[in-house]
Nanobody, 124 residues
Framework: QVQLVESGGGLAQPGGSLRLSCTVSKFTLNGYGVGWFRQAPGKEREGVACISDDGKTSYADSVKGRFTISRDDAKKMVYLQMNNLKPEDTAVFYC??????????????????WGQGTQVTVSS
């Protein structure tokens, strides 16, 4: 069974940084698009950053220039480096994967496999 487990969430101050990690097991990342998504209370889940199997990336406008997604297929890991965090970044962050998610498509319906999520809170 495909498994994705997020880690690295927590409390950060505005302007601070966090690095989220997603550990993949029971399948190889090769051929899969992967992405990070977030859901704030009362809001729909939204795409934050996605990366295709050939390295093409896409970002939500709200995080461009602040967040960076990367993947290490050999280690079966996906990362999200988050810099200059803002209170509006507070949400549960999820990683997801799907072989259909080509060209860094970054909308939740394109993804079948999901982690359980990790809480990110940005507050002073």
């Amino acid at each position: 069974q495909v498994q994705l487990v997020e880690s690295g969430g927590g409390l950060a101050q505005p302007g601070g940084s966090l690095r989220l990690s997603c550990t993949v097991s029971k399948f190889t990342l090769n051929g899969y698009g992967v992405g990070w998504f977030r859901q704030a209370p009362g809001k729909e889940r939204e795409g934050v950053a996605c990366i295709s199997d050939d390295g093409k990336t896409s970002y939500a406008d709200s995080v461009k220039g602040r967040f960076t997604i990367s993947r290490d297929d050999a280690k079966k890991m996906v990362y999200l480096q988050m810099n200059n965090l803002k209170p509006e970044d507070t949400a549960v962050f999820y990683c997801a994967a799907d072989p259909r998610a080509v060209k860094a498509m970054c909308a939740p319906p394109f993804y079948t496999y999901w982690g359980q999520g990790t809480q990110v809170t940005v507050s002073s």
